[in-house]
């Protein structure tokens, strides 16, 4: 069991740090058409970011803000997204996954940017469990 | 018994080489990786879906398919993780 740092130092360049890793990770998932990125990548530093805080923090704070009950609906949550506009893309007319029958302006641009972002949600939250279950496993 | 997964495991390995002595010289143009669907992608990608990452366009638009599959083995990966190392709370007072 991971318990809490009693250094100053630790402590408050995490706390400094964490807001900009997660808005670091977001600028990744959002520049995923423009420059190298996208949604896996993205996810992977928005998870450490979580594992950060337990690390430092101890794992009863991490627990208290990003609960067990939370991250189970965030892994499923992020394939429901994935799966759900691929429907989406079969309902109205067409192909399973065809971007071109959306009705907003520049469809294919729109319908990869929220894959991405399923795909951003399950990684983050597959990485903070697995950070979860391999810190109990003593 | 260990002495007889060595040798399969070398015969394997040595199989694997010898095969992969026999493909193009890597960045090869002519290659039918690079000559088949490749050009094809590149020539089309900003007029079909205006993006101008053309690896992110090919992992989520062109492949599409493949990467729902990739996100299903994470999410996979991580419910069997939790479903075998995951204690309830009636194990951890026992």
Known sequence: ?138 | MKFACLVTTLATFALMIYGALDMPVWGDPDSPANSHVSPRYIEKVMEETAVPNMVTAVLADYRGFDTLGETTVVFCAGMSVLLILRKSKKEKRA
């Open chain 1, 1 to 138: 069991m991971i318990t809490r740092q009693d250094s100053i130092i630790i402590g408050t360049i995490t706390r400094l740090l964490i807001p900009f890793i997660q808005l670091f990770a977001l600028y990744i998932i959002m520049h995923g058409h423009s420059s190298p990125g996208g949604g896996f990548q993205g996810g992977v530093i928005m998870g450490a970011s979580f594992i950060l805080l337990g690390i430092t923090y101890g794992m009863d704070m991490v627990k208290k803000i990003f609960t067990i009950r939370l991250l189970t609906i965030f892994t499923s949550l992020g394939v429901l997204i994935y799966g759900g506009i691929g429907l989406l893309c079969l309902l109205l007319g067409k192909n399973f996954l065809n971007y071109g029958v959306l009705p907003i302006s520049a469809p294919r641009s729109m319908g990869m940017f929220g894959i991405e972002i399923g795909v951003g949600i399950t990684v983050m939250a597959v990485m903070v469990s697995l950070f979860y279950d391999l810190v109990e496993f003593e």
